[in-house]
T-cell receptor, first 116, second 113 residues
């Protein structure tokens, strides 16, 4: 088990292009979360999945953003028609469904997106 | 609406000193309060966490103090080391709301040797 893996680590794209990021969670974790972090700020929640079901999307997630988690394993986050304001670190985290007494997220190292 | 407010934004402490970071929250439904440590280019890593049924939790050099009535919690880093230089985030979540984390704005800590 190598933790949560995110690819690519860095992405530079031109405004208006589409980009897709991938997250591979810890294998036994059934919950997967996406967050966005801009420079000097704390991460902000975007969306989360339990297995393959997308249970919630933040209002931050405009129609240009879409996330999937086919078969409840890896997840992809796609941004269409990128804008300069989309430049940020996109973080993925996974956890066990917290029905027990304790739990914790494991975050990946993120994908840094720069839109030029 | 910023639901978790963190202070100070930055902190300089001498090696061996104590670093104290404070957070205040608004949502009384929060039931889990973790602290994360983040190094440049890395994702946040869970440091220590507390639930509202206890007032203090200690793990090694790290202690969380929790005041439910004041809706405040703080992180104390004892015997600060240069390797502790990082950005620290408090966060809060609610099981009823899917355990999505609401983060504070972060505190950049620099420990001088």
């Amino acid at each position: 088990d190598t933790g949560v893996s995110q690819n690519p680590r860095h992405k530079i794209t031109k405004r208006g292009q589409n980009v897709t990021f991938r997250c591979d969670p810890i294998s036994e974790h059934n919950r997967l979360y996406w967050y966005r972090q801009t420079l000097g700020q704390g991460p902000e929640f975007l969306t989360y999945f339990q297995n393959e079901a997308q249970l919630e999307k933040s209002r931050l997630l405009s129609d240009r953003f879409s996330a999937e988690r086919p078969k409840g394993s890896f997840s992809t986050l796609e941004i269409q028609r990128t804008e300069q304001g989309d430049s940020a670190m996109y973080l993925c985290a996974s956890s066990l469904d917290p029905t027990g007494a304790g739990y914790g997220y494991t975050f990946g190292s993120g994908t840094r997106l720069t839109v030029v | 609406q910023q639901q978790v407010k963190q202070s100070p934004q930055s902190l300089i402490v001498q090696k061996g000193g104590i670093s104290i970071i404070n957070c205040a929250y608004e949502n009384t439904a929060f039931d889990y309060f973790p602290w994360y440590q983040q190094f440049p280019g890395k994702g946040p890593a869970l440091l220590i966490a507390i639930r509202p049924d206890v007032s203090e939790k200690k793990e090694g050099r790290f202690t969380i103090s929790f005041n439910k009535s004041a809706k405040q919690f703080s992180l104390h880093i004892m015997d600060s080391q240069p390797g502790d230089s990082a950005t620290y985030f408090c966060a809060a979540s609610s099981k009823a709301a899917g355990n999505k984390l609401t983060f504070g704005g972060g505190t950049r800590v620099l420990v001088k040797p």
